[in-house]
């Protein structure tokens, strides 16, 4: 290995050590109690770890294995990815079966990554119903101390679809994360101008992740928002009902944007209440419900206009328009379109000019006046064109070859 690569593995593991002295100090009390239990546990003992980010789990793990009290303890962690998971003792036995135990050591297991079988909603996942069915086997079965590492809302749900199980805990750390990891990533989800609907779908799934650790931190499950999170909290629901959208998930969607709608209205922030309405628009328009999606979005509109916010009376009338482009009601969904527009260009905003110019395009052709529907789409591929976006001009660009055909 060269010089400069032993510098640079030397500089990563300050770094990560520093990292997990921030998380262990941040935690101090919490940590220590962990240590202790760990420390006095036999045989089959039950307890779990509440962690909301996914890179916590990384530096708790790395920080008892480190901690001196911890020293003749084996630290095995099992992780159970699959979300369609429902036989967790028979997956375990499995798995210890092939673990080899080192001399005079305790063997400690840390159970991670069972979120993603328990879910978010629904009733009684099939793995907490086994869980609670089976919990009595446990004993002769798995006789080690267990440690399941989970978010709040997989903790709540585990307590309320498993309460045999659950009962049986002797104890309970809740691991809190520090400022920086929070503002990192309200950083890369809420102060970001990516549109979520573009990103590879393994890129959608991790803002999604990271967006929910961010509302268990605001708004832990049964707990009210603290005041000064009401903002954050409303922010993080709206953006997971966007990021819901964008997998046309509308009825999910629908759940984090309808308790979006409700802690809106403890705080003053209408350009964002504007925008939660039209969210809850497009879910009603997902699911061909045209009605209700004109009802929300003519709700939107009449908000916009008593604000005299103008860009947002612009986006709704762009969203009106989209439904009745829907409905097939083409001369009524150009008047929203051209109202739009008009606004639009007002502003200077030409990135959305362009998505009307695009849909302007589209009624054309509907109403057989081709040649207008050419204009209206080269002036959509020209503005696409000027910001890079690739996307949308692949789609203009599809247009114009069947409008050709």
Same mark, same amino acid.
């Given at each position: 290995?060269?010089?400069?690569?032993?510098?640079?593995?030397?500089?990563?593991?300050?770094?990560?050590?520093?990292?997990?002295?921030?998380?262990?100090?941040?935690?101090?009390?919490?940590?220590?109690?962990?240590?202790?239990?760990?420390?006095?546990?036999?045989?089959?003992?039950?307890?779990?770890?509440?962690?909301?980010?996914?890179?916590?789990?990384?530096?708790?793990?790395?920080?008892?294995?480190?901690?001196?009290?911890?020293?003749?303890?084996?630290?095995?962690?099992?992780?159970?990815?699959?979300?369609?998971?429902?036989?967790?003792?028979?997956?375990?036995?499995?798995?210890?079966?092939?673990?080899?135990?080192?001399?005079?050591?305790?063997?400690?297991?840390?159970?991670?990554?069972?979120?993603?079988?328990?879910?978010?909603?629904?009733?009684?996942?099939?793995?907490?119903?086994?869980?609670?069915?089976?919990?009595?086997?446990?004993?002769?079965?798995?006789?080690?101390?267990?440690?399941?590492?989970?978010?709040?809302?997989?903790?709540?749900?585990?307590?309320?679809?498993?309460?045999?199980?659950?009962?049986?805990?002797?104890?309970?750390?809740?691991?809190?994360?520090?400022?920086?990891?929070?503002?990192?990533?309200?950083?890369?989800?809420?102060?970001?101008?990516?549109?979520?609907?573009?990103?590879?779908?393994?890129?959608?799934?991790?803002?999604?992740?990271?967006?929910?650790?961010?509302?268990?931190?605001?708004?832990?499950?049964?707990?009210?928002?603290?005041?000064?999170?009401?903002?954050?909290?409303?922010?993080?629901?709206?953006?997971?009902?966007?990021?819901?959208?964008?997998?046309?998930?509308?009825?999910?969607?629908?759940?984090?944007?309808?308790?979006?709608?409700?802690?809106?209205?403890?705080?003053?922030?209408?350009?964002?209440?504007?925008?939660?309405?039209?969210?809850?628009?497009?879910?009603?328009?997902?699911?061909?419900?045209?009605?209700?999606?004109?009802?929300?979005?003519?709700?939107?509109?009449?908000?916009?206009?008593?604000?005299?916010?103008?860009?947002?009376?612009?986006?709704?009338?762009?969203?009106?328009?989209?439904?009745?482009?829907?409905?097939?009601?083409?001369? %009524?969904? $150009? !008047? *929203?379109?051209?109202? +739009?527009?008009?606004?639009? #260009?007002?502003? /200077? &905003? @030409?990135? =959305?000019?362009?998505?009307?110019?695009?849909?302007?395009?589209?009624?054309?052709?509907?109403?057989?006046?081709?040649? %207008?529907? $050419? !204009? *209206?789409?080269?002036? +959509?591929?020209?503005?696409? #064109?000027?910001? /890079? &976006? @690739?996307? =949308?001009?692949?789609?203009?660009?599809?247009?114009?070859?069947?409008?050709?055909?």
């Amino acid at each position: 290995m060269s010089s400069s690569n032993k510098l640079s593995n030397q500089h990563k593991n300050s770094e990560l050590q520093a990292e997990i002295g921030k998380f262990i100090a941040y935690n101090k009390d919490e940590f220590a109690e962990l240590v202790t239990f760990v420390d006095f546990a036999e045989k089959f003992t039950l307890g779990f770890i509440e962690i909301n980010f996914t890179p916590d789990i990384d530096l708790l793990i790395a920080g008892l294995r480190q901690n001196s009290q911890c020293q003749e303890i084996q630290f095995v962690v099992l992780d159970f990815p699959d979300g369609n998971l429902r036989f967790l003792r028979d997956e375990l036995v499995e798995q210890l079966a092939k673990i080899t135990k080192g001399t005079n050591k305790k063997l400690v297991l840390l159970i991670r990554n069972l979120e993603k079988s328990i879910g978010v909603f629904g009733d009684y996942p099939p793995v907490l119903q086994d869980l609670n069915f089976v919990r009595d086997s446990y004993r002769q079965t798995v006789p080690h101390p267990l440690l399941f590492i989970l978010p709040n809302y997989a903790i709540s749900r585990l307590a309320k679809f498993a309460p045999d199980f659950w009962a049986w805990k002797s104890g309970l750390f809740r691991f809190k994360t520090t400022e920086l990891t929070r503002d990192r990533a309200i950083a890369n989800t809420l102060n970001t101008d990516t549109n979520i609907e573009r990103l590879p779908t393994p890129e959608q799934q991790e803002r999604i992740n990271l967006l929910h650790s961010l509302l268990m931190e605001y708004h832990p499950t049964g707990e009210i928002p603290r005041p000064e999170h009401l903002r954050n909290c409303c922010n993080i629901l709206n953006e997971l009902g966007k990021a819901y959208l964008s997998q046309h998930k509308p009825i999910k969607a629908r759940e984090y944007l309808e308790k979006a709608g409700e802690i809106i209205n403890k705080f003053p922030d209408y350009s964002l209440e504007i925008e939660v309405i039209n969210q809850l628009g497009k879910s009603y328009q997902q699911q061909r419900q045209f009605e209700s999606a004109n009802s929300y979005h003519q709700q939107a509109l009449d908000i916009a206009k008593k604000q005299k916010n103008r860009p947002a009376v612009a986006k709704s009338l762009h969203y009106l328009g989209n439904v009745s482009l829907n409905m097939r009601q083409f001369h %009524q969904a $150009r !008047d *929203y379109y051209q109202q +739009a527009l008009e606004i639009f #260009i007002e502003f /200077g &905003d @030409r990135y =959305s000019s362009a998505r009307t110019y695009h849909h302007l395009g589209w009624v054309a052709q509907e109403l057989r006046e081709y040649d %207008q529907a $050419r !204009d *209206y789409y080269q002036q +959509a591929l020209e503005i696409e #064109i000027e910001f /890079g &976006d @690739r996307y =949308s001009s692949a789609s203009t660009y599809h247009h114009l070859g069947n409008h050709s055909q």
